[in-house]
């Protein structure tokens, strides 16, 4: 994930101090949706993912965020707040 999408994530304005926790979703999105980029249909792999998000189906939607709520995969990489 790069470009505005991530900047404006990791670098929250005055008062946003969400702005952590909504990088790491955003990461865990992206992190998703190329472990499954290939049940994704028209998913260009070459170009940012997250701009893509769009082509999910709503069952593959609710999958990378059902996996959101039960929290770490074993051996998944943990970020530090």
Do not use: C, T, Y
Not at 50 to 56: A, G, M, N
């Amino acid at each position: 994930m790069d470009g505005i999408f991530l900047a404006n994530l990791e670098q929250p304005r005055a008062g946003q101090g969400k702005g952590n926790a909504n990088a790491r979703v955003m990461r865990k999105i992206v992190g998703g949706m190329e472990r499954h980029a290939s049940e994704i249909g028209r998913l260009d792999a070459s170009r940012p993912l997250l701009p893509q998000f769009d082509l999910l189906i709503d069952e593959q939607v609710r999958a990378l965020f059902r996996a959101l709520d039960r929290g770490p995969i074993p051996g998944e990489d943990q970020d530090s707040d």
